[in-house]
């Protein structure tokens, strides 16, 4: 699903016009975009979690030349889904054990 997809199931779930869920979607964006700067986490409960690691600097290679090279720390984006989220993703449907499954 890209932006546009997303931006009309919003306005199909909300009743808002495109535009309107266009906007919302880009000031929610905004704000997580905003959050990470500042190092801080989003916690959105039944969702999961985004949060800001830190990458400690490491030697590396280049793959063409095989030189050696640093490779600079850096932030990185992790997101940890619920719980709730995982479950309804890895749903099972349950059934009864009848007697001709009870073949011991």
Same mark, same amino acid.
């Given at each position: 699903?890209? !932006? +546009? ?6 306005? $199909?779930? &909300?009743?808002?016009?495109?535009? %309107? ?31 800001? !690691? +830190? ?6 290679? $280049?793959? &063409?030349?095989?030189?050696?090279? %640093? ?34």
């Amino acid at each position: 699903m890209n !932006k +546009k997809e997303l931006t009309n199931a919003i306005a $199909n779930k &909300t009743g808002l016009s495109k535009t %309107e869920s266009l906007n919302a979607l880009n000031a929610v964006m905004e704000i997580i975009t905003e959050e990470m700067k500042q190092n801080k986490q989003i916690i959105l409960i039944g969702f999961g979690t985004f949060s800001v !690691k +830190k990458k400690a600097a490491r030697k590396g290679m $280049n793959p &063409t030349t095989f030189a050696p090279i %640093e490779i600079p720390a850096k932030k990185v984006v992790n997101f940890k889904p619920s719980i709730y989220l995982n479950n309804t993703l890895n749903q099972r449907k349950r059934r009864r054990i009848g007697k001709a499954d009870n073949n011991i």
